[in-house]
């Protein structure tokens, strides 16, 4: 009769020690990974855009005697003067029609905006094509702005481009425009008699710090 076999258990026990030392060193892995992923994260939450400044409300324009009516600098338009539309009546149909000029206008502009533009106020200038002066209209009686010129500037430049050569007749382009917290003006003044407004031209702010 032949004898039972007996069962060893070691090799077993072998066989999975490896498998349980292998699972004990890869184990705290996923663990430290999940805690990194976890770990709050405060570079990012510092680079939250709270250096964006909000836009102010500014009063913007050309003065009288600048050679052209509206211009652009640094993304900007300068108008002269601007209109409200209105509400009408043509016969029997609903109409708008262009109310009254008005001095300047408003815009919501930021403080990157206001950089922009007086750095463009640094190196471009108005050079005159025929002396500036002022005249009376003989039929009206008013006095009216006489003048030519363009603007250039001393900024960068092409490869192929002229150079910049300045002229005795050349002026700040900050001279013929203004631009102004609409806080600081009088909010009658700017909603009924823009024409009395008095203003600081972009030059004399930036010279007084101001702007």
């Not at 050079?127 to 006095?143: D, F, I, L, M, Q």
């Not at 030519?148 to 002229?162: E, F, L, Q, T």
Request: with cysteine; proline share 10%; net charge neutral.
């Amino acid at each position: 009769m032949a004898r039972p076999r007996k069962v060893v258990a070691a090799p077993e026990v072998a066989v999975a020690s490896p498998f349980l030392l292998q699972t004990a060193v890869a184990a705290p892995l996923p663990l430290q990974i999940a805690d990194q992923t976890d770990a709050p994260k405060p570079i990012v939450a510092a680079q939250k855009p709270s250096q964006v400044s909000k836009p102010r409300p500014y009063f913007l324009g050309t003065t009288d005697d600048c050679p052209y009516w509206n211009l652009n600098l640094a993304g900007v338009t300068f108008h002269r003067e601007t209109a409200e539309l209105m509400a009408d009546k043509r016969g029997q149909d609903d109409v708008l029609t262009q109310g009254p000029p008005i001095r300047g206008h408003l815009e919501m502009l930021t403080v990157a905006a206001i950089e922009r533009i007086k750095q463009a106020c640094k190196t471009k200038v108005i050079r005159w094509n025929s002396p500036p002066r002022w005249e009376v209209n003989k039929e009206t009686g008013k006095k009216e702005f006489r003048g030519n010129g363009r603007i250039y500037s001393s900024g960068p430049r092409g490869p192929d481009a002229p150079a910049f050569i300045p002229h005795d007749n050349d002026e700040p382009i900050g001279k013929y425009i203004y631009l102004m917290p609409a806080d600081t003006v009088s909010p009658t003044q700017i909603l009924s008699d823009r024409q009395s407004i008095t203003v600081k031209t972009v030059y004399e702010a930036m010279e007084d710090g101001t702007l």
